[in-house]
């Protein structure tokens, strides 16, 4: 099997058990049911759960062992997505091609809804009931739930959001520029590669160690390609509005290095998160198809 296909079948892998994880849940207040399903499921790359299952599976372990762990950081991604959109924060009116939550409900149900994401986030992973063929042993959970929790908490991507927002009109250095990204899209990157190997049972003390270099450089990679976009796709392409970085003054890696050195960087990180991977083989050929992805990609 190619790698692109078998990246295209893990995506379905997850579209699917997205669309169970909602519509399996009482309907205790329909109208945020439906606010959830329409934010979770309505499209998206998948990328961070892609990046589960592909160190998952490169390490030996089972894709069923990875499922809670899959669902789990799309889950915290997607409330991240929502709560970043409000008029309190990016104020963005579109998202993966389709009116906001905010826009498509109003403003306190998508709250609700990215809290209710959050909540749902940790019980995937702590519970036994959704997934029976996931054998991981509490302990393994227990690591799992501590290194999300961290990742999205007030030193991880809720950090990121604040610098972010602090930042807007003001002269980053590049090494301010890299702390804030590092938190706001790494930390959640690099705890779906975390949380994947955690999820075969069986990583070496030697590959955590890379696979954490890898996810350390392929988020920076994620962000400056993010950064670029902004200028150089479209509203169409992109799902969400072209230039808004720009309009709203926020520090990027194009207006401090300008477009031709982050560019330069970007393909930089890339090469070297290539290299990092490279002692491990073809176990992490899927990774490697990842990291390749999200810098050629357009939106």
């Known amino acids: 099997m190619s790698q692109q296909k078998q990246l295209v079948e893990l995506q379905q892998r997850a579209n699917h058990l997205l669309d169970n994880l909602v519509s399996s849940r009482p309907n205790t207040a329909p109208y945020l049911k439906k606010a959830i399903n329409y934010s979770l499921t309505q499209g998206g790359k998948r990328l961070r759960p892609l990046l589960t299952y592909a160190t998952c599976a490169g390490l030996n372990g089972s894709l069923e062992n990875a499922d809670p762990a899959a669902m789990?950081?799309?889950?915290?991604?997607?409330?991240?997505?929502?709560?970043?959109?409000?008029?309190?924060?990016?104020?963005?009116?579109?998202?993966?091609?389709?009116?906001?939550?905010?826009?498509?409900?109003?403003?306190?149900t998508a709250i609700l809804a990215g809290d209710a994401l959050q909540a749902l986030a940790f019980e995937a992973l702590s519970t036994n009931d959704w997934y029976p063929d996931c054998v991981l042993p509490p302990s393994t959970k227990l690591k799992q739930i501590q290194i999300l929790a961290q990742a999205s908490g007030m030193n991880g991507m809720v950090a990121g959001q604040s610098i972010d927002l602090s930042s807007v009109g003001k002269q980053l250095s590049?090494?301010?520029?890299e702390n804030m990204h590092h938190c706001k899209t790494g930390a959640l990157i690099k705890a779906s590669i975390q949380l994947g190997a955690l999820a075969s049972n069986q990583v070496e003390e030697s590959a955590w160690q890379q696979l954490g270099r890898f996810a350390d450089a392929?988020?920076?990679?994620?962000?400056?390609?993010?950064?670029?976009?902004?200028?150089?796709?479209d509203t169409e392409t992109l799902g969400k509005t072209q230039g808004a970085d720009i309009a709203n003054d926020k520090p990027t890696y194009p207006a401090i290095m300008g477009l031709s050195q982050a560019k330069q960087k970007a393909q930089q990180l890339t090469d070297e998160a290539l290299a990092i991977l490279a002692p491990l083989g073809q176990a992490a050929a899927p990774l490697k198809q990842l990291a390749l992805l999200i810098i050629q990609r357009n939106h």
């Open 174 to 177: 590049l090494e301010q520029l």
């Open 72 to 108: 789990a950081i799309e889950c915290i991604h997607t409330y991240s997505l929502i709560h970043d959109d409000l008029p309190a924060m990016d104020d963005d009116a579109l998202r993966r091609g389709q009116p906001t939550c905010h826009i498509a409900f109003d403003e306190a």
């Open 218 to 233: 392929v988020g920076l990679a994620f962000q400056i390609q993010d950064d670029i976009l902004d200028i150089e796709s």
